[in-house]
């Protein structure tokens, strides 16, 4: 519904409510170190699922009422593997430079099966891949406040890994197109403004469970060999932090070179570590935005169904948005 409609709370007050449901308001969870926004300890010490439990059933219901249509977009980016070579690659190296390597082979003499080895550099540019809430530390820590070196074992990591994604991921998701038709600037520090600005753009809300996608027209062909690139600054994480986005999917993510030597990674740094807001990666959204436009729609039933892998950093995914 756009906003201003009848009948409807203004965003800030439905913001406060949304936050009083969960007994805590999010202006209020802040850290002593330059308010950095966190969740930890709000759903609990053992808490794996971070910013997903802000996905309730009523969440849930009003994404799957957005599949009107039934046409479906793809948010992932197309996977071409290379030839495996090389290996066996060693702990403490990311040797293996292909999103996708594959070996094949066959079974029985004359061939009655073939089959193939897949080798997956998960956080690589190219792969569309969702992070587990572990992979990247903010002060030696990872959500909610646990030291790395008591998470990550040679095994795979022990807590705040792909194990909490095994159920999958249903909610309805928002498109933010910052650039409508084109890309935005080299270097351009995204902040809560750009965000509200394309909202309004596009007359939607961003309420409690969505999932934000942001498209920013800076797709992964774009960046290579780009001295600059636009991305999230630490404002434009809190702004996801008051609204209680639960995901992240964009074709930005943190800018380079960093804008704050504090957090140089804030999307990662505050959004998965302090916040616990999985992020998927490397999002394909240039389809999803002229669907988008076609329809003059924004919002719509997004589902993600990753491996139910346990205790790895992140997993690739196909983001599928249901108009």
Do not use: K
């Amino acid at each position: 519904m756009a906003a201003g409609a009848p009948g409807r709370l203004p965003r800030r007050a439905r913001i406060r409510a949304g936050a009083a449901r969960h007994g805590r308001c999010p202006d209020a969870a802040v850290t002593g170190r330059d308010a950095t926004p966190t969740n930890w300890g709000r759903w609990g010490a053992d808490d794996e699922r971070g910013t997903l439990n802000h996905i309730t059933d009523t969440v849930r219901a009003a994404a799957v009422a957005e599949a009107r249509t039934g046409r479906t977009v793809s948010l992932a980016r197309p996977i071409h593997p290379v030839p495996l070579a090389g290996g066996p690659y060693t702990a403490g190296t990311a040797a293996v430079p292909a999103a996708v390597s594959q070996a094949m082979t066959f079974t029985g003499t004359p061939p009655r099966a073939l089959t193939d080895l897949l080798v997956i550099n998960t956080h690589v540019a190219g792969l569309t891949h969702l992070d587990a809430l572990g992979h990247i530390p903010a002060d030696g820590q990872v959500y909610p406040g646990r030291p790395i070196a008591d998470v990550a074992t040679a095994a795979g990591l022990t807590h705040a890994s792909t194990t909490a994604f095994a159920e999958g991921i249903l909610t309805r998701g928002v498109l933010c197109d910052l650039a409508p038709g084109g890309s935005l600037p080299s270097g351009h520090p995204v902040t809560g403004a750009d965000l509200d600005a394309a909202a309004r753009h596009t007359g939607v809300d961003v309420e409690p469970g969505d999932a934000l996608v942001v498209r920013g027209g800076w797709d992964v062909p774009a960046r290579v060999g780009a001295a600059a690139l636009p991305g999230m600054t630490v404002d434009a994480v809190r702004w996801m932090h008051l609204r209680q986005v639960s995901l992240y999917l964009g074709d930005i993510g943190d800018a380079h070179p960093p804008l704050d030597p504090t957090y140089p990674l804030p999307l990662h740094q505050i959004g998965l570590a302090r916040l616990g807001l999985p992020l998927v990666d490397a999002t394909a959204v240039d389809g999803l935005a002229a669907v988008g436009a076609e329809l003059q729609r924004y919002r719509f039933l997004l589902l993600i169904a990753p491996l139910p892998l346990h205790g790895a950093t992140g997993v690739a995914v196909n983001p599928i948005a249901v108009f």
